[in-house]
């Protein structure tokens, strides 16, 4: 399993932009699928974004062209760019590790709140 830590997160004019990242701890980063889910309230935890092993990337429809992940598998972490925040982007970000569609670890989450 991977240990995974989110920070950067934080609150934020809409319009704004926030950079979160993820470390990663535990042996073989460079094999996972990594991912970026977020959980508002009274909401389900959705995906957002997702970059395999090998750098392919895809994103939810309400982030795309705003929203940028990236992964350095050198220094084991994975990055989510957010760029023109809304208030609807206000939840619990969470990094997730994945390998062959299962999960391998979550990690606790980082808050980001858009708010005036």
């Known amino acids: 399993q991977v240990h995974l830590v989110e920070f ?3 609150l934020v004019q809409p319009g704004g932009s926030l950079r979160l990242s993820c470390a990663a701890s535990g042996s073989g980063f460079r094999v996972y699928d ?3 889910y977020r ?9 957002v974004a997702r970059i395999t092993n090998g ?9 795309k062209g705003r929203f940028t992940i990236s992964r350095d598998n ?10 023109s925040l809304k208030p609807e982007d206000t939840a619990v ?6 390998l062959f569609g299962a999960t391998q670890g979550w990690g606790r ?6 708010s005036s």
């Open 74 to 83: 050198v220094n084991d972490m994975v990055y989510l760019q957010m760029n």
């Open 34 to 36: 990594m991912g970026w």
């Open 39 to 47: 959980q508002a309230p009274g909401k389900q935890r959705e995906l």
């Open 93 to 98: 970000y969470y990094c997730n590790a994945g």
């Open 8 to 10: 950067g997160g934080g």
């Open 55 to 63: 750098g392919a990337t895809n994103y939810a429809d309400s982030v």
């Open 109 to 114: 989450g980082t808050q980001v709140t858009v």
